[in-house]
């Protein structure tokens, strides 16, 4: 195995034993206000979990979307190299925040969680971005993205993009049901709309000229 790609697995798995701190952390904390909190309700520990689980799934599936614009500014292959992690633990907080709702809150009673949904409109994105994040997921490894071909992997993981979409209108909803003001909706929405606009900007021809520029000036007069 060449050095380059053996440094990076390293990376890679110090990296996964850090993004798996919080959640340890989470279940910590949650066991410490109630050891029962799985079969007797406790809103306080509800409401932690819910928070908790969103705000890291948020994060690392904005910083997934961050890797491209990062590469294109900077020219770095190391971003891009770890997006498939960072987007695995995008799902992986998704999936806690999910079963977080379904098992603490609604203790796993598909009546309730059904109530739940048609009274509150907020439930079914989010429920929507979970489920476009799963064939991401799914079909994260080198040997999914030689099955697919690789044309087709790129166009399937546009989903995310759909998926980051449905996480922000959940977010929105949610503050409509809970009568709250836009304040959450902000710290979500204003980072997602940046990301991609970023895309759309031609950041590498930018960077290719600002690099022309400086050997240009650098270069010594003839």
């Given at each position: 195995?060449?050095k380059?790609?053996?440094?990076?697995?390293?990376?890679?798995?110090?990296f996964?034993?850090?993004?798996?701190a919080?959640?340890?952390?989470?279940?910590?904390?949650?066991?410490h206000?109630?050891?029962?909190?799985?079969?007797?309700?406790?809103?306080r520990?509800?409401?932690?979990?819910?928070?908790?689980t969103?705000?890291?799934?948020?994060?690392?599936l904005?910083v997934?979307?961050a890797c491209?614009?990062?590469?294109?500014?900077?020219?770095?292959?190391?971003?891009?190299?770890?997006?498939?992690?960072?987007?695995?633990?995008?799902?992986?907080?998704?999936?806690?925040?999910?079963?977080?709702?379904?098992?603490?809150?609604?203790k796993?009673?598909?009546?309730?969680?059904?109530?739940?949904a048609?009274?509150?409109?907020?439930r079914?994105?989010g429920?929507?971005?979970?489920l476009?994040?799963?064939?991401?997921?799914?079909?994260?490894?080198?040997?999914?993205?030689?099955?697919v071909?690789?044309?087709?992997?790129?166009?399937?993981?546009?989903?995310v993009?759909?998926?980051?979409?449905?996480?922000?209108?959940?977010?929105?909803?949610?503050?409509?049901?809970?009568?709250?003001?836009?304040?959450?909706?902000?710290?979500?929405?204003?980072?997602?709309?940046?990301?991609?606009?970023?895309?759309?900007?031609?950041?590498?021809?930018w960077r290719?000229?600002?690099r022309?520029?400086?050997?240009?000036?650098?270069?010594?007069?003839?």
């Amino acid at each position: 195995m060449p050095k380059r790609a053996l440094v990076l697995k390293l990376v890679k798995a110090a990296f996964c034993v850090w993004f798996c701190a919080p959640a340890v952390s989470l279940l910590y904390v949650l066991e410490h206000m109630n050891r029962h909190f799985i079969v007797a309700y406790d809103y306080r520990v509800f409401a932690l979990a819910i928070a908790d689980t969103g705000a890291w799934a948020f994060i690392f599936l904005f910083v997934t979307l961050a890797c491209t614009p990062i590469q294109r500014i900077t020219g770095w292959r190391f971003p891009v190299e770890l997006r498939r992690t960072l987007g695995l633990f995008a799902f992986f907080y998704a999936l806690l925040h999910l079963l977080a709702y379904f098992v603490i809150g609604q203790k796993l009673r598909l009546d309730y969680t059904w109530a739940d949904a048609l009274l509150r409109k907020s439930r079914l994105p989010g429920w929507a971005a979970v489920l476009l994040l799963v064939p991401l997921a799914a079909t994260s490894t080198d040997g999914m993205i030689r099955r697919v071909g690789a044309k087709r992997w790129k166009n399937l993981h546009r989903l995310v993009y759909l998926a980051a979409a449905s996480a922000v209108v959940h977010v929105a909803w949610t503050d409509v049901d809970n009568h709250r003001d836009f304040h959450r909706t902000q710290n979500v929405a204003w980072p997602f709309v940046i990301l991609m606009a970023l895309r759309l900007l031609p950041l590498s021809s930018w960077r290719q000229k600002l690099r022309t520029s400086i050997a240009t000036r650098a270069s010594p007069d003839r």
